[in-house]
């Protein structure tokens, strides 16, 4: 059985920092390429970052690019998200979500994590 | 576009057929995908490109895509299918999105 586990949230001022970390299990890591995931509270899902297995291809929403960076260690399962210059918007449960292809936007997200929760508040 | 719309609500009694739409003209050219969320867990794939249902997902769930449009379809609707359902694509430059999501109220 696959299983995500996201770790690392919490309440944090605007303008500071986060780091996410998801463990995985139940399947080969570093076949797959890694997503974040996030809704804010009582709204819909939004893509946030994706991960090619070996660490190429990443992307970022617009609305976080130049603020997080994704990253992943295949030798440890962990995916990771850092997050600089927390904004109250970014206030939201993230989720780590496991692709169906290697890299690149195509496939689907097959598995997901239960999530994080982020409160960026003063 | 980098849009995906959704109705906001859809509300069936048990037993009827519920149907989901999803628009955007990203759809023409990718597959489109949808998700079932139910309260305070994470969203579960119930349909992939296009008209494929995963292992252990009900037969009463299909879907259909046509243009830009494309529908998610529960025949025969369950209490226990009330939930978030939401469609996901990319659109022609690899950039992922996902409908805004429609609550589905099945009693």
């Known amino acids: 059985e696959m299983q995500l586990v996201e770790s690392g949230g919490g309440l944090v001022r605007p303008g500071r920092s986060l780091r996410l970390s998801c463990v995985v299990s139940?399947?080969?890591?570093?076949?797959?390429?890694m997503h974040w995931v996030r809704q804010a509270p009582g709204k819909g899902l939004e893509w946030v970052a994706g991960?090619?297995?070996?660490?190429?291809?990443?992307e970022y929403a617009d609305s976080v690019k130049g603020r997080f960076t994704i990253s992943r260690d295949n030798a440890k399962n962990s995916l990771f998200l850092q997050m600089n210059s927390l904004k109250p918007e970014d206030t939201a449960l993230y989720f780590c979500v496991k692709s169906t292809v290697t890299t690149g936007p195509e496939g689907w997200f097959d598995s997901w994590g239960q999530g994080t929760l982020v409160t960026v508040s003063s | 576009s980098s849009e995906l719309t959704q109705p906001p609500s859809v509300s069936v009694s048990p037993g009827q057929t519920a149907r989901i739409t999803c628009s955007g003209s990203a759809l023409t050219r990718k597959y489109g995908y949808w998700y079932q969320q139910k309260s305070g867990q994470a969203p579960v794939l119930v349909i992939y490109e296009g008209d494929k249902r995963p292992a252990g997902i009900p037969e009463r769930f299909s879907g259909s895509f046509s243009g830009t449009l494309i529908t998610l379809i529960i025949s025969g609707a369950h209490v226990e299918d009330e939930g978030d359902y939401y469609c996901y694509s990319t659109n022609n430059t690899g950039y992922r999105m996902f409908g805004g999501g429609t609550r589905l109220t099945v009693l």
């Open positions: 139940g399947f080969i890591f570093d076949d797959y390429a």
């Open positions: 991960i090619g297995w070996n660490s190429d291809n990443i």
